[in-house]
């Protein structure tokens, strides 16, 4: 570092360092500089003529044979020699490790400084401040310079995670190491550049390994603090990071033998206070302890440990999971189980799914097989499984338990771990088949709160599976049931239901409305509110602006940092389909990216449309070849569920490729038998929107106006809010261009565009633009200029290049003039990129 600060002057740079020793040698760095000077050319000759004492120092050259000068003849020779240096050109004097120097070393350096006045020169010298303990000999040479004005002490803050990142990254040890393991790596270090290159010396050798010069360093601090500190320090290795006094002090058994232990800790800079208890000051020092136990001696450990706790703080519910680890790492699995059910319980509750997950793990492990105690250890486990959406590892725990359920539980333990493995199924007729089975298992129970839920699952399934007379009444039932309980939640979830069966003019807003009582009971609640944001988010879309969706979004973000509640990933990066249609792309890939990196294979089951929207962003940058792949085995998997909805999706889908590639009849063919028993005005505002931006396009397209009457003369569509009537203006627009009526064409596709504009739907609005075109009006060519900008911006380039094919420079005669076509053999504008944008090369 101080060859790259100081390179431009080309300084003289004198390097010693002192070397970890029971005994240092005397004047070790110095000794290392007059060596350096004998090994360039004329060096020892030099040193002969100039400064003939210094050569003393090194027993090997031939004016060694001298007797040793005094420490002032010393003092002074080196003094001269740093001055003559200084004389010449810059002069730096480093000298590295001083927390190992001996005291012969600290006194020339302290007198070295005192003199650099006169013939001014730079000293720099490094010790770790971890290193030293209360009685260190540098402390007293540390406080006499500390008085001194010339002298200045940086203090180096850990490494940032960019700069350690940065550091790993130049380390040949590492070449061949993933992202992954550079980031483990960063993690343990937690900034320190001695830890960083320790540990990335042995990675390979696994990423719980401690390297063999930090625990040999550690282990030496700890025999130097005492017996006392031994104890206190193995305590505390094995209660975890940090450890208040009332658990330390029974485990040290007075109160004298844990400060004397206390104090010594920290004079080693091992462990430093932290409120009411003490913790380790890094977590290699933590594992570098723990390292060094033998098995039988840290089972001893955690069981001293757990009862301690166990004794204190037994009721206790946040001690219930540390007590739970101790007493089962002892081998006391009949003690530790109670503690873990508990431990796990608390988890969900706090959201934690990933902990509950763990605890629950320990729990199925320190069960007895065949009993009910491992049922609901397994039930547990599922439960957190499904909280953390890994549906296949949810599945088969829930499976298992339901196994035992069934053998050696009651009827209650079927019915709820039936439903429960019911909620985490993928849409199919698997699911469908357990809804079925959940109610069969719950009716002789009688409980209406369940039945209630129960009965509005079937009715759902019944509607998407087109079971329309008895998805009805199964309505009626849950309302019956909700009633009968007394839940209005249920009985609102029941009636929204019912809406859609009806769906009547105007059923969008009386759904809103039942869906903002719901918020409120959750949020009175404390239950499911989450849950409620996201339904009330989407809802709202028929009529929200970007702000007022935004400020959802911000509300639901809020409420869960203030319960410390992990905040869903819709709260992160919005819902896959709003980003696609407003042109978050950005957002879209990045939620698309965190779902296939978490959830892997499950990740298709968990969010089934973000898989086809990432898709069809790829098809507009970078043209179809880009998303065939993925698209087609996305609705491939949707299609297998055989629900109309999962169909619509499907062909919503893979409209974008068909339309990409020229086939919009197809387009029409793959929607027509959806259309049949679901006509447009019973969507929900986002199949709606997704049908609306494929099916009217390619009615135009294919010169097809069928279609457009399950827009135009459908009266619920125009009373569905602000979204449902843009859609009805561009249908309107898209029949006034096949009749002929250019002018109502034109004025329809103005009012669809603005309504898109002023709600955040660009996607929607832009892609409006080229078949506005059509009408050769000044409004459309202003549209196209901006539909342009805006697929500039989203740097798709393969749809600017179909615009500029297909469409920018192809007006048909209009009552405004002839604006005519692109002569033939002209050359038509091709795309470029610039920088971070593409632009139209005209």
Same mark, same amino acid.
């Given at each position: 570092?101080?060859?790259?600060?100081?390179?431009?002057?080309?300084?003289?740079?004198?390097?010693? !360092?002192?070397?970890?020793?029971?005994?240092?040698?005397?004047?070790?760095?110095?000794?290392?500089?007059?060596?350096?000077?004998? %090994?360039?050319?004329?060096?020892?000759?030099?040193?002969?003529?100039?400064?003939?004492?210094?050569?003393?120092?090194?027993?090997?050259?031939?004016?060694?044979?001298?007797?040793?000068?005094?420490?002032?003849?010393?003092?002074?020779?080196?003094?001269?020699? $740093? &001055?003559?240096?200084?004389?010449?050109?810059?002069?730096?004097?480093?000298?590295?490790?001083?927390?190992?120097?001996?005291?012969?070393?600290?006194?020339?350096?302290?007198?070295?400084?005192?003199?650099?006045?006169?013939?001014?020169? $730079?000293?720099?010298?490094?010790?770790?401040?971890?290193?030293?303990?209360? &009685?260190?000999?540098?402390?007293?040479?540390?406080?006499?310079?500390?008085?001194?004005?010339?002298?200045?002490?940086?203090?180096?803050?850990?490494?940032?995670?960019?700069?350690?990142?940065?550091?790993?990254?130049?380390?040949?040890?590492?070449?061949?190491?993933?992202?992954?393991?550079?980031?483990?790596?960063?993690?343990?270090?937690? /900034?320190?550049?001695?830890?960083?290159?320790?540990?990335?010396?042995?990675?390979?050798?696994?990423?719980?390994?401690?390297?063999?010069?930090?625990?040999?360093?550690?282990?030496?601090?700890?025999?130097?603090?005492?017996?006392?500190?031994?104890?206190?320090?193995?305590?505390?290795?094995?209660?975890?990071?940090?450890?208040?006094?009332?658990?330390?002090?029974?485990?040290?058994?007075?109160?004298?033998?844990?400060? #004397?232990?206390?104090?010594?800790?920290?004079?080693?800079?091992?462990?430093?206070?932290?409120?009411?208890?003490?913790?380790?000051?890094?977590?290699?020092?933590?594992?570098?302890?723990? *390292?060094?136990?033998?098995?039988?001696?840290?089972?001893?450990?955690?069981?001293?440990?757990?009862? =301690?706790?166990?004794?204190?703080?037994?009721?206790?519910?946040?001690?219930?999971?540390?007590?739970?680890?101790?007493?089962?790492?002892?081998?006391?699995?009949?003690?530790?189980?109670?503690?873990?059910?508990?431990?796990?319980? %608390?988890?969900?509750?706090?959201?934690?799914?990933?902990?509950?997950?763990?605890?629950?793990?320990?729990?199925?492990?320190?069960?007895?097989?065949?009993?009910?105690?491992?049922?609901?250890?397994?039930?547990?486990?599922?439960?957190?499984?499904? %909280?953390?959406?890994?549906?296949?590892?949810?599945?088969?725990?829930?499976?298992?338990?339901?196994?035992? !359920?069934?053998?050696?539980?009651?009827?209650?333990?079927?019915?709820?771990?039936?439903?429960?493995?019911?909620?985490?199924?993928?849409?199919?007729?698997?699911?469908? !088949?357990? @809804?079925?089975?959940?109610?069969?298992?719950?009716?002789?129970?009688?409980?209406?709160?369940?039945?209630?839920?129960?009965? *509005?699952? $079937?009715? &759902?399934?019944?509607?998407?599976?087109?079971?329309?007379?008895?998805?009805?009444?199964? =309505?009626?039932?849950?309302?019956?049931?909700?009633?009968?309980? +007394?839940?209005?939640?249920?009985?609102?979830?029941?009636?929204?239901?019912?809406?859609?069966?009806?769906?009547?003019?105007?059923?969008?807003?009386? #759904?809103?409305?039942?869906?903002?009582?719901?918020?409120?009971?959750?949020?009175?609640?404390?239950?499911?509110?989450?849950?409620?944001?996201?339904?009330?988010?989407?809802?709202?879309?028929?009529?929200?602006? #970007?702000?007022?969706?935004?400020?959802?979004?911000?509300?639901?973000?809020?409420?869960?940092?203030?319960?410390?509640?992990?905040?869903?990933?819709?709260?992160?990066?919005?819902?896959?389909?709003?980003?696609?249609?407003?042109?978050?792309?950005?957002?879209?890939?990045?939620?698309?990216?965190?779902?296939?990196?978490?959830?892997?294979?499950?990740?298709?089951?968990?969010?089934?449309?973000?898989?086809?929207?990432?898709?069809?962003?790829?098809?507009?940058?970078? /043209?179809?070849?880009?998303?065939?792949?993925?698209?087609?085995?996305?609705?491939?998997?949707?299609?297998?569920?055989?629900?109309?909805?999962?169909?619509?999706?499907?062909?919503?889908?893979?409209?974008?490729?068909?339309?990409?590639?020229?086939?919009?009849?197809?387009?029409?063919?793959?929607?027509?038998?959806?259309?049949?028993?679901?006509?447009?005005?019973?969507?929900?505002?986002?199949?709606?929107?997704?049908?609306?931006?494929?099916?009217?396009?390619?009615?135009?397209?294919?010169?097809? %106006? *069928?279609?457009?009457?399950?827009?135009?003369?459908?009266?619920?569509?125009?009373?569905?809010?602000?979204?449902?009537?843009?859609?009805?203006?561009?249908?309107?627009?898209? !029949?006034?261009?096949?009749?002929?009526?250019?002018?109502?064409?034109?004025?329809?596709?103005?009012?669809?565009?603005?309504?898109?504009?002023?709600?955040?739907?660009?996607?929607?609005?832009? #892609?409006?633009?080229?078949? @506005?075109?059509?009408?050769?009006?000044?409004?459309?060519?202003?549209?196209?200029?901006?539909?342009?900008?805006?697929?500039?911006?989203?740097?798709?380039?393969?749809?600017?290049?179909?615009?500029?094919?297909?469409?920018?420079?192809?007006?048909?005669?209009?009552?405004?003039?002839?604006?005519?076509?692109?002569?033939? +053999? *002209?050359?038509?504008?091709?795309?470029?990129?610039?920088?971070?944008?593409?632009?139209?090369?005209?």
């Amino acid at each position: 570092m101080l060859r790259e600060a100081l390179f431009g002057s080309a300084p003289a740079l004198l390097y010693g !360092a002192c070397g970890l020793s029971e005994a240092p040698p005397p004047y070790e760095p110095f000794v290392a500089i007059v060596r350096s000077i004998i %090994r360039e050319p004329n060096g020892e000759a030099a040193l002969q003529g100039m400064v003939p004492e210094l050569l003393a120092l090194a027993p090997e050259t031939a004016a060694s044979r001298h007797q040793a000068p005094d420490r002032d003849r010393l003092f002074g020779a080196f003094l001269r020699l $740093l &001055r003559q240096y200084a004389r010449a050109r810059p002069t730096v004097l480093v000298v590295e490790d001083l927390h190992w120097a001996d005291e012969a070393t600290l006194a020339m350096l302290q007198f070295l400084i005192g003199e650099a006045e006169p013939t001014p020169y $730079l000293v720099a010298a490094t010790y770790r401040s971890d290193e030293l303990h209360r &009685r260190h000999r540098i402390r007293p040479f540390l406080a006499a310079l500390a008085r001194r004005p010339n002298v200045v002490t940086i203090a180096l803050a850990p490494l940032s995670a960019a700069n350690a990142l940065d550091l790993l990254q130049g380390l040949p040890t590492l070449k061949a190491a993933s992202p992954s393991e550079m980031e483990a790596i960063n993690h343990r270090a937690e /900034g320190n550049p001695l830890f960083l290159e320790e540990l990335a010396e042995t990675h390979q050798l696994g990423r719980s390994a401690v390297p063999a010069s930090v625990a040999e360093t550690v282990l030496q601090r700890v025999a130097r603090a005492g017996d006392n500190a031994r104890r206190l320090l193995q305590y505390l290795a094995v209660t975890g990071a940090r450890a208040n006094y009332d658990i330390l002090e029974p485990l040290m058994g007075e109160e004298a033998a844990l400060l #004397e232990g206390a104090r010594a800790g920290v004079e080693e800079h091992l462990v430093q206070e932290d409120d009411d208890g003490l913790a380790f000051r890094h977590a290699l020092i933590r594992e570098a302890i723990l *390292s060094d136990l033998m098995t039988r001696e840290r089972r001893a450990l955690h069981r001293s440990v757990g009862e =301690v706790m166990e004794r204190l703080h037994k009721d206790d519910p946040e001690y219930a999971g540390d007590i739970a680890q101790h007493l089962g790492a002892a081998g006391l699995a009949d003690r530790a189980l109670p503690f873990a059910m508990r431990a796990g319980e %608390r988890a969900l509750r706090l959201a934690a799914a990933e902990e509950a997950a763990r605890i629950y793990e320990h729990a199925v492990e320190w069960s007895q097989p065949s009993t009910v105690d491992r049922m609901r250890a397994l039930e547990g486990l599922g439960r957190a499984y499904a %909280r953390d959406l890994f549906v296949k590892k949810a599945t088969a725990t829930y499976q298992e338990a339901l196994d035992l !359920a069934r053998s050696i539980g009651s009827q209650d333990d079927v019915a709820r771990i039936t439903l429960r493995r019911t909620f985490v199924l993928p849409w199919g007729r698997e699911e469908y !088949a357990s @809804w079925q089975a959940s109610w069969a298992a719950a009716e002789p129970l009688d409980q209406p709160a369940t039945l209630a839920r129960i009965a *509005s699952g $079937l009715a &759902r399934r019944a509607y998407l599976y087109l079971e329309d007379d008895r998805g009805a009444a199964w =309505v009626e039932r849950a309302l019956v049931e909700a009633r009968r309980a +007394g839940g209005r939640g249920q009985e609102l979830f029941a009636l929204r239901l019912q809406l859609q069966y009806q769906h009547r003019p105007g059923w969008q807003a009386e #759904e809103e409305a039942h869906i903002r009582e719901q918020l409120e009971l959750a949020l009175w609640d404390d239950d499911g509110v989450l849950s409620m944001y996201t339904d009330f988010y989407v809802r709202r879309c028929r009529e929200s602006d #970007e702000a007022e969706r935004e400020r959802i979004l911000q509300t639901g973000r809020d409420y869960a940092e203030r319960l410390a509640i992990p905040e869903g990933i819709v709260f992160r990066h919005g819902v896959a389909w709003v980003n696609w249609l407003t042109g978050r792309w950005d957002r879209a890939r990045a939620l698309s990216e965190e779902i296939r990196s978490r959830w892997s294979d499950d990740a298709p089951v968990v969010y089934p449309s973000v898989g086809p929207i990432a898709a069809s962003v790829a098809i507009e940058i970078d /043209g179809p070849e880009a998303g065939r792949r993925q698209l087609t085995d996305a609705t491939a998997r949707l299609r297998k569920t055989e629900t109309w909805r999962a169909l619509l999706w499907a062909a919503a889908h893979e409209a974008n490729l068909h339309l990409a590639e020229g086939r919009a009849a197809v387009v029409l063919e793959s929607f027509r038998p959806i259309f049949e028993p679901r006509p447009p005005s019973v969507y929900d505002v986002e199949d709606f929107a997704l049908t609306s931006r494929v099916v009217l396009p390619a009615a135009l397209l294919a010169g097809d %106006r *069928s279609v457009l009457r399950l827009w135009i003369d459908d009266p619920t569509v125009a009373a569905g809010g602000a979204m449902y009537q843009a859609a009805l203006d561009h249908a309107r627009a898209i !029949a006034a261009l096949l009749d002929g009526n250019l002018e109502a064409a034109d004025a329809s596709f103005a009012r669809a565009s603005a309504a898109y504009l002023e709600r955040g739907w660009l996607l929607l609005a832009h #892609e409006l633009a080229w078949q @506005w075109s059509r009408t050769g009006s000044p409004a459309a060519s202003e549209a196209l200029r901006a539909a342009e900008t805006f697929y500039e911006t989203q740097r798709a380039k393969w749809r600017l290049q179909w615009l500029a094919e297909r469409h920018l420079c192809l007006q048909p005669r209009t009552q405004w003039g002839v604006l005519g076509r692109v002569p033939e +053999g *002209s050359r038509l504008p091709r795309v470029r990129e610039i920088g971070d944008r593409v632009e139209l090369d005209q």
